[in-house]
């Protein structure tokens, strides 16, 4: 049983990766990071490292982690479960699109 939900924001971030991944390096290390990602989304939920708050500067309820170049942003759904919100580039302006991910709609 998977204990983390691919919220919308997060899906369509996540074919993002892959299919620059693809393009750059090829399919085999598209799907080598994209199940690196899954991966440490599985850690997430398992809580095998701590969870780091998202600074209340920013006005975000959420934890966040790094995977490679990323950062995984989640946050504590109703029903226990983690919600992977979105998956960023380390060089994107973080807290602009993470607050338009939260407010997609989890699947």
């Known amino acids: 049983m998977t204990n983390f939900r691919i919220q919308d924001g997060a899906g369509h971030r996540l074919d993002e990766i892959y299919a620059y991944t693809s393009h750059n390096w090829g399919d085999a290390q598209a799907d080598t990071y994209i199940r690196g990602l899954f ?6 939920a398992a809580r095998e490292f ?14 966040f982690c790094r995977y490679q170049k990323h950062v995984i942003y989640w946050k504590l759904l109703s029903d226990g479960k983690i919600g992977i919100v979105t998956i960023l580039h380390e060089r994107m302006h973080q807290i602009e699109r993470l607050k338009d991910d939260l407010h997609a709609r989890p699947k």
């Open 39 to 44: 991966d440490k989304f599985k850690a997430i």
């Open 50 to 63: 701590p969870w780091r708050a998202i600074p209340a500067e920013f006005g975000v309820d959420g934890y």
